[in-house]
């Protein structure tokens, strides 16, 4: 009992002692390394958890077009000591993509009889906003109407009349002011006058979306997006790109031209998640490729769309195009293409011009088949390898490799690569626990990657498209794995001549509504939730530095490591050493300089429970004393940003002070800090 006592003392001494000595991080920055991909860190958005419908998509009107599996979800009836009745009908239709409407026969319309409309959780309205209001009709005589915007309690905030003639379908336009705010209001749409009356595609739109633009998106989401700077968006999915099957795939085409006529799909994720079953999740497509174009150009993204490839999930369905049948759906990709960069007089091309957009989208990444695997994969990848190469040879395409790594079908997607499949990127995805992503920082190191240095010029870069680490306490967006997150981004930043591209998954959540979690933003009606990953990706985004420098950590080389030259030459790809868990360093650190703000910035990553003391030492360069550090961290590894308490784990910038070319900190227990310092008299 006494030594158990007294090897205990003895450990904590050396436990203490362990951390009070304080991590040497040395840099050279004389020995500059690879850049800094430009496009390293964007984002990746898919409609899953009401991320386009009921989020991103600032249409306030939930099943416009009565189009919905259940036709009258989110609809009911209003009747003011009236008679009547509301069914959905499908003869004669506004267009055949859009089949059904809404037919009303008012038998007594006393105070008024008709529909109404609430939302998702009820509509949110802003005191003296601008909301505009659209819809289609057709009457039998002349009925009059009113559009009404009603609080909870069905006080009218806003009220607009007209009066419908037309026995065939017109659209009718107007604008409400509301004149108060209400958190769940309800649109009603009420007729005066006994007859029949249809209506379809009923839209309620904010003045403010995302800069103004008709069609919009909802202005604080599409903000909080934006703030990340992302490089790219690769949209619109993941597995809604697949399908559960063929005919429920997503396509292109189906999302552009006017929202009256998109031909609207079902949303896979209704079902996909056995406890999060989500039956009324739809897409309208009024979030479509024209607008995720258009987004992209907004804030400075490159756009990566993503398509079908001839194959529905291999989850699910599992069906499979022939390969002697591909040529649709090859065909899709090259229009896309021409949709995207195709002169105003092309066939697609007209049709961006004729959405108020003749200049092209400069597209140059496209994403074949979202994370698919196998041998039939690769037989339909090759297939619109050959067909986009040959008419757009500067197009860059993007391969999947599957849904986890390190596995078979990881392994077999880059044996094709290594064997002559080209692809520009090959995209990989990882949903692990904070663990692996302390363990993995050094998967993309020299000494690991998929190619030897004599074929890494034929070889693919990576494309780290879906990540987060999964803490195991119900998934929560805990600090612990933002944390784990920083700490495996070191890695990409350090071998990003290798991994140019990375993107956290998924981007959206409706807190009310969602499939999967953690997700980097959350959001209500009214409000958006910023998460602690958010804040990582937006830190590493707005530090990017454009070339690593050597670093070393207690001596031992971290930022570009080398093999032996002639080890390298004799590699075979087959003799590479397969990627195994690394030891977990005493601390994770990536340091840059960024010429355009004459500035060296430094990563360093503490995900431990004991705070870390660094000192820094840096050689080659002369730097201002003055300082600025940059820091996320927490109380607890398990804190967690809310609703209630948004900003609990959120960035502070802090003075910092270098003695000569040194620099001490310590760094507090999970904590991401980044140090930024001045080149003196712009020296480097
Ligand atoms: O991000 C959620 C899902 O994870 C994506 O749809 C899919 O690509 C991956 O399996």
Redesign the pocket.
Known sequence: MKLLVLMSALFSTLAAFAEAIPVAVKIDARRVGAPVSPLLHGI?F?D?NYAADGGLYAELVQNRSFEHADSLIAWGMVSRNAIGTVEIRSQHPLNSNNSQYAHLRITDAAKGFGIANYGYAGIPLRASEKYFVSLYARATGSIPLRIELEDESGRIVASHELTITSPTWKKFEATLVSGQSVAGARLAITAFARGELDLDVISLFPEQTFKSRTNGLRNDIAQTIASLKPAFIRFP??????GQNLDNRYQWKHTIGDIAERKQNWNR?QDAIRDRKAPNYHQTYGLGFFEYFQFAEDIGAKPIPILNVGMACQYQSKELVPLTELDPYIQDALDLIEFANGPADSTWGGKRAAMGHPAPFNLEYLGIG??QWGEDYFARYNQFDRAIRKKYPKIKLVSGSG?GVDDKSWQLAWNQFRSGTRAAMVDE?Y?RPPQWFLENATRYDPQFRQCSVSEARKCPRVFA??F?AHDSRDRRPSLRAAIAEAAFMTGLQRNSDLVTMSSY??LLARADAFQ?APNLIWFDDSHVLRTPSYYVQQLFSQHRPENAVALEIDGAPVNMPRLPAASVATFGAEQLPPFSPQEIPTLYAFAGVDKSTNSLVVFAVNPFDQPRAMHLTVEGLAIDAKASLIRISGATPDAINSFAAPDAVVPVELDARFEGNEFRAELPPHSLTILRATLENGRH
């Open positions: 990746f898919e899953i999915g993941g597995c809604i790109v697949e994720w979202n994370e849904p995805h949903y498209g879906e987060a998954a998924p999967w």
